[in-house]
């Protein structure tokens, strides 16, 4: 029996501080894990959680691989799953980029748990900076977004509180000379609540992932107006991985889950649930960057097509 099957029924939800949890029971004597995920499909607030997204389903497959652990799955934004790996032992986090900070107080993954295409800068076309941003776009058609704090001095970007852009990003989103341009955003809503800003006028420009965009906008892909750029500071394709408490039993943990990554995404089903998640015309270059990730020799077969995708940060 997987994971997820055993999961459905047995699912309870109860309140932890800024987490909303999901106890899952197996073996009374196995050890504890508690898995920190900030997939909606966990949070029974969010109002995108129907569908199952490729970290729900990439983690539900690693999960299948520690059944000698007994798993609590809580959902938690980026902030609240920081401070728990910070204060138990025995805790991992998925879909996070690794940065030295982080390393600070948890135990990097050596694979990703996912892969997917790299951030855009979304704005609108009635937008008053439109044409000064498509001025901008270098040789590869992607903006440079320091040049646009640069020569646009009353833009507004609005970031998600306690998420992590990639390097040369969170490098000008902390720098001190551009503070004022940046709204960040808190709460359980995170990510569908910076794109709701953004169709309301509230910010000029968000940086998201293209199917973390399909999925939370509100308009279902119907408003004509809204478009997006590459960015040249974020790299074409994003990891994800797994971070666990920086204790013993996290780097047990850690040591465990990779070995059952380098498994199972050798299989179909890991590679599938990555191509299943980016449009049709972005499967090839995703084929080539899994097998150039994981070392394996993956071709596109003919799948479902959908557009969700799992929140990195």
């Not at 990703?112 to 270098?138: C, E, H, M, T």
């Not at 499967?283 to 596109?300: E, H, I, P, S």
């Amino acid at each position: 029996m997987s994971f997820f099957t055993s999961l459905m029924p047995k699912g309870i939800f109860c309140s932890l501080v800024f987490a909303l949890v999901s106890c899952i029971s197996f073996n009374t004597n196995a050890q504890e894990l508690l898995w920190l995920t900030h997939s909606s499909f966990f949070n029974p607030k969010e109002k995108h959680a129907q569908n199952m997204d490729i970290m729900g389903e990439t983690m539900t497959m690693i999960l299948d691989g520690l059944g000698e652990y007994q798993t609590r799955v809580l959902y938690a934004n980026t902030n609240s799953a920081f401070n728990l790996l910070k204060s138990k032992d025995h805790a991992c986090t998925g879909n996070k980029t690794v940065s030295e900070q982080r390393l600070n107080f948890s135990y990097a993954s050596k694979y990703p748990q996912s892969i997917y295409p790299g951030l855009r800068l979304y704005l609108k076309k009635n937008s008053v900076y439109f044409n000064k941003i498509k001025a901008l776009r270098d040789e590869r058609q992607a903006i440079s977004v320091e040049q646009v704090l640069t020569q646009i001095k009353t833009a507004k970007f609005g970031i998600v509180d306690g998420r992590s852009y990639t390097g040369q990003l969170d490098n000008l989103i902390s720098a001190p000379a551009w503070q004022k341009h940046f709204w960040n955003r808190t709460g359980e809503d995170m990510a569908s609540g910076i794109i709701d800003m953004l169709f309301a006028d509230r910010v000029d420009f968000i940086f998201e992932y293209p199917s973390i965009f399909d999925r939370y906008r509100p308009d279902g892909g119907k408003d004509p107006l809204i478009t997006s750029f590459a960015i040249a500071e974020s790299p074409p394709y994003v990891l994800g991985y797994i971070l666990c408490s920086k204790t013993p039993q996290g780097l047990t943990l850690v040591n465990k889950i990779d070995k059952i990554i380098e498994k199972i995404s050798r299989g179909d089903d890991y590679f599938n649930s990555h191509i299943n998640w980016v449009s049709e015309s972005a499967r090839q270059d995703m084929a080539r960057y899994y097998n150039q990730v994981y070392g394996t020799n993956k071709q596109v077969q003919q799948v479902t097509s959908s557009k969700d995708i799992g929140l990195q940060e």
